[in-house]
């Protein structure tokens, strides 16, 4: 499965952005995908994932009632709508996709096999 993250960019605090995880290779639906975000000089930290069956989504506290993750299965693709975006926001986001993760290894970078390229967000004060 590859993986291609976008739709990052700048953006004022209080604002929104949808990023998107476009996935092609074999049976990328069947997959669940992650999101996680690295800020500069901090660890790559979970903020979502969403099950293949599209209905069973998963978020870090710090993106709950902020953000939401969806997908598009014809279109072979999982969004991030994020909304009041806040500073501390700022990071580069990665999409990534496992297809066998247990509920205690949705958060887990390293139970993910297949990473995107990340995608910039910069959200200015």
């Known amino acids: 499965v590859q993986l291609q993250a976008s739709g990052g960019g700048l953006v004022q605090s209080g604002g929104s952005l949808r990023l998107s995880c476009a996935a092609s290779g074999r049976t990328p639906s069947s997959y669940t995908v992650g999101w996680f975000r690295q800020a500069p000089g901090k660890e790559r930290e979970f903020v979502a994932a969403?099950?293949?069956?599209?209905?069973?989504?998963y978020y870090a506290n710090s993106a709950k009632g902020r953000f939401t993750i969806s997908r598009d299965s014809a279109k072979n693709t999982v969004y991030l709508q994020m909304n009041s975006l806040k500073p501390e926001d700022t990071a580069v986001y990665f999409c990534?996709?496992?297809?066998?993760?247990?509920?205690?290894?949705?958060?887990?970078?390293?139970?993910?096999?297949?990473w995107g390229q990340g995608t910039e967000v910069t959200v200015s004060s």
């Open positions: 990534a996709a496992d297809k066998f993760l247990i509920v205690s290894s949705i958060g887990q970078e390293n139970h993910y096999d297949y």
């Open positions: 969403i099950r293949r069956n599209g209905d069973t989504t």
